[in-house]
């Protein structure tokens, strides 16, 4: 059994181009496919990604946790005075 990490490109017709390397033999072969999506960022994830860290908004809070709390104890007196 060989096992093999490479990167493949699919083409708009959901084909898959591998270029194989010379030590895998001509012939009929069984094959898993692992697509990790995670590998290459959509652009948007890339934009999103150059902005962490970033973004002094909320800097000031000091339990994001505790923040959130309190923002949906008030989304909900909000929606119960409606």
Do not use: Y
């Not at 895998?24 to 590998?39: C, P, S, T």
């Not at 960022?41 to 946790?65: C, H, R, W, Y």
């Amino acid at each position: 059994m060989l096992s093999l990490k490479l990167q493949a490109e699919v083409t708009e017709d959901r084909k898959l181009i591998v270029q194989l390397p010379e030590t895998v033999q001509a012939g009929r072969h069984e094959v898993v496919l692992v697509i990790d999506e995670a590998i290459i960022p959509t652009p948007l994830e890339a934009n999103l990604m150059q902005l962490a860290g970033k973004v002094t908004s909320f800097a000031e809070i000091e339990d994001p946790v505790a923040w959130q709390g309190q923002q949906r104890e008030e989304w909900t007196r909000e929606w119960d005075n409606s």
